[in-house]
């Protein structure tokens, strides 16, 4: 590290959305801030990686409130604004074809059409939906109660009795459901309502808009410098040390690292009160995917004339659902899991060369299966690379339902499970979304009880209430405000 990045004003470990948000906002305010990343990208879970011409996504093939992420941007003080594509979202399974992300009425109206006698628990239903959704708007305080509270599931219980339209409405798919009602009330607003967008420069493009206009303002940046520990003295934030044992001293310091690797291994022991720990510790954190990313050496065709750029295909929704990863004693097929499939080209050709295409395939995985991959010594066991390939090829013949020249089109395929997601994504036990979304209410966790301490990122609020990304951003800008809000004057 150079010796004038020995002391800053703020430091902020980590360069992904949460992280850069809220270094870009301080130092367009003109404060000393030193943005400290690991990586040699910035990005972090929303960046990309690049393989034989092919540039795929890491994480999200699509983002929610443009409008507020274009606001974040300018308030960053970033020079170019991106154009908004809307993203859509078809489902197919038993007995179902239709694009669920349209508007909750246009989708009631086909739901009836489809399911007569449910037609009053469907009306009953969405309206009540839509008054949640506008209750719930950001800005407004969420008030579990009011909105019916609880689970999903039994919310939705009470209006319908077809399995598969209680699926629907509960999960946004096929799958059980696990959300509380407040989380998916938020989901459908996303989804259907105000939905989800693709950006000119790219997801993964985002996080290097933030990347300029932080160092445009004179910001610093450091990459491949990972943060070992932030120093705490009688309840004051000190510094950090980074990897070298160097010390970098700052009164303010910003965690965008993991929220539970931040806590448990960045900070000393016994850096946080007991009663905060507590708080954390009951809280679980969502749930983790398989993701295949495809260069495929044509454009696939599904069957249909289908223009949405996702598609959620289940081939079988009656009966119980058996996740492929509790079948573990025969080969896993997928034939009772949801697989998502994305074609980001649809809205972004340049993604793969031209003539050609990248496909995402996703489905929901468990950590579990694949903790006994993790080596002593090296970070996989040998077995797990012939593990995740047969996956993949797996999942790609699942898909091939809907795509069916997809298993031939394959060029190159990478492979990331649940331990991709903990080694190269950082995050504990490879979780994508957060905390668990079974929390009824909105907490801000983003201000430990530490002085000179912040957490941004995705962790950052108990629920994603403006979706991961823009969470995440949200998290970073209000904290800086916080900061700028009790700094002095500069001379
Ligand atoms: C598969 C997947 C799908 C997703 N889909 C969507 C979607 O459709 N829509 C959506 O809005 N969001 C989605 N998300 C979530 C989205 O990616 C996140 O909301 C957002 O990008 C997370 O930002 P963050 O600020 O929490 O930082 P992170 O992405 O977690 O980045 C943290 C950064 O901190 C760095 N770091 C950590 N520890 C240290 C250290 N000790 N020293 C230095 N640097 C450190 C890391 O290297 C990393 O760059 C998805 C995520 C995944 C993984």
């Known amino acids: 590290m150079s010796q004038n990045a020995q002391s800053a004003e703020v430091i902020v470990i980590g360069a992904g959305m949460g992280g ?122 969420p008030e579990a109660e009011i909105l019916g509270g609880g689970s999903a599931e039994a919310h939705v219980r009470k209006f319908l009795r077809d399995e598969r339209l209680v699926r629907l409405f509960a999960s946004q798919g096929t799958e059980s459901p696990s959300s509380s009602w407040p989380v998916m009330i938020r989901m459908w607003d996303f989804l259907s309502e105000s939905g989800i967008w693709y950006p000119s420069c790219g997801v993964h493009g985002l996080p290097l808009v933030l990347k300029e206009a932080f160092r445009g303002h004179g910001g610093r940046l450091v ?63 969502s749930g983790t995917v398989l993701s295949v990313s495809l260069g495929l050496n044509r454009p696939v065709p599904p069957i249909g004339e289908w223009p949405e750029p996702n598609l959620l295909y289940s081939s079988k929704t009656s009966g119980k659902h058996e996740p492929w990863f509790e079948r573990l004693d025969q080969p896993p097929t997928f034939d009772s899991d949801e697989v998502w499939i994305h074609r980001p080209s649809v809205h972004d050709p340049g993604l793969a060369p031209p003539g050609k295409e990248v496909v995402v395939l996703r489905v929901n995985a468990s950590y579990e299966t694949f903790e006994r991959f993790r080596g002593r010594k090296r970070a996989h066991t040998g077995d797990y ?107």
């Open 20 to 141: 850069l948000a809220c270094a870009a906002r301080l130092a367009r305010a003109g404060v000393n801030t030193l943005l400290l990343e690991q990586d040699r990208r910035v990005g972090g879970t929303a960046g990309g990686f690049f393989r034989s011409g092919f540039s795929f996504p890491t994480g999200p093939v699509g983002v929610t409130g443009p409008d507020y992420i274009d606001s974040v941007l300018k308030d960053c003080g970033a020079r170019e604004l991106p154009e908004w594509a809307r993203s859509h979202f078809r489902l197919v399974t038993e007995g179902l074809n239709l694009v669920i992300s349209q508007p909750l009425e246009h989708l009631a109206s086909e739901l009836i059409r489809l399911f007569p006698a449910e037609a009053r628990g469907i009306e009953l239903l969405t309206e009540g939906l839509l008054k949640s959704v506008r209750t719930l708007r950001v800005g407004q305080t």
């Open 223 to 285: 990459t491949g410098q990972r943060v070992q520990q932030i120093l705490i003295n009688h309840g004051r934030v000190q510094g950090v040390l980074v990897t070298d044992g160097e010390l970098v001293t700052a009164p303010i310091v910003v965690s965008n690292a993991d929220y539970l690797k931040t806590i448990d291994e960045l900070l000393p022991p016994d850096g946080l009160p007991k009663a905060f720990r507590g708080n954390i510790g009951r809280r679980s954190l």
């Open 385 to 491: 690379y012939p593990f995740k390939k047969e996956l993949g090829e797996r999942l790609v013949a699942r898909a091939s339902d809907l795509l069916p020249e997809l298993g031939d089109a394959v060029e190159y395929m990478d492979v990331a499970t649940p331990l991709t997601f903990e080694f190269w994504g950082h995050r504990t036990r490879g979780s994508v979304a957060g905390w668990a979304w079974t929390d009824t209410s909105l907490e801000d966790l983003s201000a430990p009880p530490v002085e000179g301490l912040f957490i941004v990122g995705l962790c950052s609020y108990s629920q994603l209430f403006r979706g991961g990304m823009g969470t995440s951003l949200h998290s970073g800008l209000q904290v800086a405000s916080r900061i700028l809000s009790k700094r002095l004057p500069q001379p």
